[in-house]
């Protein structure tokens, strides 16, 4: 049955500001529009149901009823009070949005994609964290070394080119079905990892999964830019990535299973299983893109400057990126003797609180700016995290929260230009491509940790001289990329046709 509409009701005394406020049609969350003599229905926002009316009682006060249903699937429960206060009390016309919501005004479409595609990124960041987080504790079963696990982490990054097919067939016949399929394969996958008889079948497995996961994250990060107005669409990614925080929390959580036995690192894997219902979900709610329904050129050329650009920014940036996330379990418990409960504390928190800077870098990289987001916090970033392998104690924990920020901040900015640079038509395509440079990076740079290591060359001169990369990626980014903040993506492709504006 569907959800109740939600009621607010408030009275107000005959002339003041907020009686007279409440006989204008608003325009903040939602624009109205009048329907009969004292009552507002929804002209434009992201509400199923909503209507607002009004009562002149005989002392002429003004009783306002407004009664609503949002649609946002699965992150509902987040944004229900939030929504009620701004209801409540309406903010002027031609004012910001609260800090939380959306730059623009999303349709009930928008709404409903958003919240599908978010619960579709907590879905695959689990399968991308957690080979990396149990995988320290497999090589203790079955005897791996550090070369052995940095083998193991390069191979499952190489097997990105599975994604591959998946990214292509989303440009020729839909991101909707891509994305069904790739949620239902992907956590299927994922779980298999807690038969593993070793762990190279464990690293196969995952080859496999993660590979899934990252296809099915590229995709709902297109068809989130690609439904999005002009100026939320890095807001749009922020809150998939703050959904895909608490998806990569979901592992790190479970390490504690690892404490009840010396493999019980398997039961993280069957954890994926609780997915099943996103994928259900997302079969039953997600539509197609507008972008993609429009007609366009299927596979149109690339523009190779700007695929060179960001496949250069993505394999400077994963030189840094993929070891000192990948080696950050390893070190905190043969480095600094944490064991997996003290590495779930540590990870959480100081993780969980970063989170908090993609949603002020997603807002201010819709309305500031890409470009100055990303290099004013990532070399700064990069810093901080760097240093984390050289300290002990509280130290630690301070630059790995700070980091953690200052790259959360950076992340939606980034990330957008994926999207935005190219086609509807090879939109899909070209996000692999740049996705496949940037694991093919990480494996590198794995690799490579793990030799020095095998050759006892401490974590902290290693991380310290990749975190260059990091900052060699910014510059690129500040000096070359276009800013293509406030523009549609009809005007950053102009081979594309113009949508028609959504009601």
């Not at 690192?265 to 429009?294: F, H």
């Not at 920020?405 to 990330?415: E, F, H, Q, R, V």
């Not at 230009?417 to 996705?435: K, M, Q």
């Amino acid at each position: 049955m569907p959800r109740r509409p939600t009621s607010i009701t408030q009275v107000w005394p005959a002339g003041s500001p907020r009686a007279l406020a409440a006989e204008q049609a608003r325009d903040d969350l939602l624009r109205e529009r009048p329907d009969g003599a004292d009552a507002f229905e929804q002209a434009h926002g992201p509400f199923r149901h909503y209507r607002r009316t009004l009562h002149r009682g005989a002392d002429g006060a003004v009783t306002e009823h407004i009664e609503y249903r949002l649609v946002v699937p699965w992150w509902g429960w987040v944004f229900q009070k939030p929504f009620r206060k701004a209801l409540a009390e309406p903010r002027p016309p031609g004012s910001a949005s609260p800090w939380w919501a959306p730059p623009d005004q999303l349709t009930a479409r928008q709404a409903n994609s958003l919240g599908l595609l978010a619960a579709a990124a907590m879905m695959s960041a689990f399968v991308n964290t957690i080979y990396g987080q149990t995988a320290t504790f497999a090589t203790d079963t079955f005897g791996i070394d550090d070369q052995g696990l940095s083998f193991g982490g390069a191979i499952v990054r190489i097997g990105v080119v599975i994604a591959l097919p998946f990214a292509i067939l989303a440009d020729r016949v839909g991101r909707r079905r891509m994305i069904v399929l790739l949620a239902w394969l992907t956590p299927l996958c994922c779980a298999l990892g807690a038969a593993a008889p070793n762990f190279w079948v464990l690293t196969a497995t995952q080859t496999v999964a993660r590979p899934l996961g990252l296809g099915l994250s590229l995709l709902a990060g297109v068809a989130a830019v690609e439904d999005m107005p002009k100026n939320s669409r890095a807001y749009a990614l922020s809150m998939m990535a703050m959904a895909a925080g608490l998806g990569a929390g979901l592992p790190v959580a479970g390490l504690k299973l690892a404490e009840l036995g010396s493999e019980a690192w398997r039961l993280v894997y069957l954890l994926a299983l609780v997915y099943l219902p996103v994928a259900a979900s997302l079969g039953r709610r997600l539509d197609e893109t507008r972008r993609y329904q429009a007609v366009h050129h299927i596979a149109p050329p690339l523009n190779r400057r700007r695929l060179g650009l960001l496949a250069l920014v993505a394999f400077m940036s994963n030189l840094f990126v993929a070891p000192v996330s990948f080696f950050q379990n390893d070190f905190l418990k043969d480095a600094r003797g944490y064991s997996p409960g003290g590495i779930t504390m540590f990870t959480l928190l100081t993780a969980t609180p970063a989170s908090i800077g993609l949603l002020f870098g997603g807002r201010l990289a819709d309305i500031n700016g890409r470009r100055r987001v990303i290099i004013l916090c990532t070399p700064l970033s990069a810093v901080a995290i760097a240093s984390v392998y050289s300290l002990s104690g509280a130290p630690m924990w301070i630059a790995a929260l700070g980091g953690g920020l200052l790259a959360t901040t950076a992340y939606p900015a980034l990330a957008v230009y994926r999207a935005e640079l190219f086609p509807t038509g090879s939109r899909g395509a070209a996000n692999a491509l740049v996705t496949t440079t940037a694991l093919l990076s990480g494996s590198l740079a794995i690799l490579l940790v793990g030799a020095l290591r095998d050759r006892d060359v401490g974590y902290a001169p290693v991380m310290t001289a990749l975190a260059a990369a990091q900052v060699v990626s910014a510059l690129i980014a500040w000096r070359y990329y276009p800013e293509s903040a406030h523009l549609e993506l009809e005007q950053l492709n102009p081979q594309d046709p113009v949508l028609a504006p959504e009601d």
